[in-house]
């Protein structure tokens, strides 16, 4: 049996998180179901590079989940739609897992479109992370009912398992983490914030660490613009590279939060990693997704709108999320994920209902499938692709430029030659016009004069 998993392949590497866990947690619900390793094979395809002989050849289709759907600048909605019709075409069982909202403000025809996505026969089950009723003037006429999941990325835990708890060993102070993303994160999502208005927030909260001696260090989730941007926020400010911390790969990402005992979010997924690692954080509102995961987790007051996300208020905050020694993740919110994936498969591959593992079973096995270097090079290879296309945006944007300003160099050298011309032309009217002046003086200088004599003759005669 081939399964195919479908899901963002990026830089920021939350997205990439998700492919982990999901197909991690799809394997131990393979193994509830009674298959062995050999009786099937999973493999992925990133949603915007879509293969078609690779999906035609699959028997079942799962989208693994993330912010999938919605009319956003992630640009998945086509993809979505060519990848079902293909299903649809060829009779491919497909699950839509742990969707995320992202602005999921629809006109008519945008709506009717994607309802007509979710209504091809091929589409089997739908679980969303956030919210179902954001899904529901969707999924009118589906015929299955949308149930509420977590994202995968919670079960990082269980993953990452040895290398966490080598992290924790090794702490020697408390500290905080403070996100950086890119400062176009906020327009694209319709926000006011700049990286200027970014960099003056976090100026003004290191100050306050510093009077309060809370040690800090900064991080990003691994986006080429995120790092930049972080490098340009710390310049501003005066942080020392010490305090930064750029991750290439998933794995240092995880590693990264372990080391932190509260995390000031701003990527949604650096929160979800904190709670996967009881490690308790807040974030700013820059997008409707995040006060819903907060919510989903029991604490909305941790999902700080940007209008009140001043250093102070921030300040109290951290203070209190350091006082919270208690934090950790549900158990039961782990499971709404595995329970869908489960039931689900079994409804739809036809296996007889086994009794489902429980959380210890499940997150026993989770711990046995570690993240290895295989993912590691996956993520090596996406950052390097993805640097080589900010690299190559750079320089076609450059020879442009050049190009432009070759042909503002031959137009301004045509503007001076004709200048030059006009300038002789001028300075021959110029000499024209100073003799037909000195010509007419001559003329009103001395033509009464001569008419005078002319007159006084006459008169005299």
Request: glycine share 2%; proline share 2%.
């Given at each position: 049996?081939?399964?195919?998993?479908i899901s963002f392949f990026d830089d920021n590497f939350?997205?990439?998180?998700?492919?982990?866990c999901f197909d991690r947690l799809l394997t131990v619900a393979m193994k509830n179901l009674g298959y062995s390793d050999g009786d099937y094979v999973i493999d992925n395809m990133h949603i915007k590079e879509i293969d078609e002989e690779k999906i035609a050849s699959a028997d079942l289709i799962l989208f693994s989940g993330g912010a999938m759907f919605g009319f956003n600048n992630l640009g998945s909605f086509d993809a979505i739609d060519a990848i079902t019709a293909i299903a649809e075409k060829k009779g491919i069982p497909v699950v839509f897992s742990s969707l995320g909202i992202n602005n999921m403000h629809a006109d008519e025809e945008s709506g009717a479109r994607l309802n007509a996505i979710l209504t091809r026969k091929c589409v089997r089950a739908m679980s969303v992370r956030e919210s179902v009723d954001a899904f529901t003037p969707f999924t009118e006429g589906c015929g299955f009912e949308v149930v509420s999941v977590c994202d995968p990325a919670v079960w990082t835990k269980h993953i990452y398992r040895n290398e966490i708890m080598e992290i924790k060993r090794a702490k020697k102070r408390r500290t905080v983490g403070l996100n950086v993303v890119r400062g176009g994160l906020f327009k694209a999502n319709g926000k006011k914030?700049?990286?200027d208005d970014e960099a003056a927030y976090f100026k003004g909260?290191?100050?306050?660490?510093?009077?309060k001696g809370i040690d800090y260090r900064f991080f990003t989730n691994g986006s080429v613009l995120d790092n930049n941007s972080m490098a340009y926020i710390a310049k501003q400010i005066g942080v020392s590279d010490d305090k930064l911390i750029s991750?290439?790969?998933?794995?240092?990402?995880v590693r990264a939060i372990a080391g932190f005992d509260t995390v000031l979010a701003i990527r949604m997924h650096s929160a979800i990693i904190s709670y996967a690692l009881d490690i308790p954080s807040l974030d700013i509102v820059w997008n409707e997704k995040i006060p819903y995961f907060y919510k989903n987790i029991g604490y909305p007051d941790r999902a700080l709108e940007m209008e009140f996300c001043t250093p102070e208020v921030v300040l109290r905050m951290t203070q209190d999320l350091l006082d919270d020694r208690g934090f950790k993740a549900d158990e039961s919110y782990l499971m709404s994920l595995y329970d869908f994936l489960y039931k689900t498969l079994g409804t739809i591959l036809k296996k007889p209902a086994n009794s489902a593992y429980s959380f210890a079973d499940v997150s026993h096995l989770m711990s046995m499938q570690e993240s290895g270097i295989t993912d590691d090079v996956t993520d090596y290879r996406t950052k390097i692709r993805r640097g080589r296309y900010c690299y190559q945006t750079l320089f076609s944007s450059d020879m442009e430029r050049r190009a432009q300003i070759r042909s503002l160099k031959k137009e301004v050298k045509e503007m001076?030659?004709?200048?030059?011309?006009?300038?002789?032309?001028?300075?021959?009217?110029a000499a024209q016009t100073e003799e037909d002046?000195?010509?007419?003086?001559?003329?009103?200088?001395f033509f009464p004069v001569r008419v005078y004599h002319k007159l006084f003759k006459r008169k005299k005669k």
């Open positions: 049996m081939k399964i195919l998993t939350g997205d990439m998180l998700i492919r982990i914030w700049t990286l909260l290191v100050k306050l660490f510093d009077e991750p290439d790969s998933t794995r240092e990402v001076k030659k004709l200048a030059d011309e006009y300038k002789e032309k001028y300075e021959e009217l002046r000195k010509k007419l003086f001559r003329i009103n200088h």
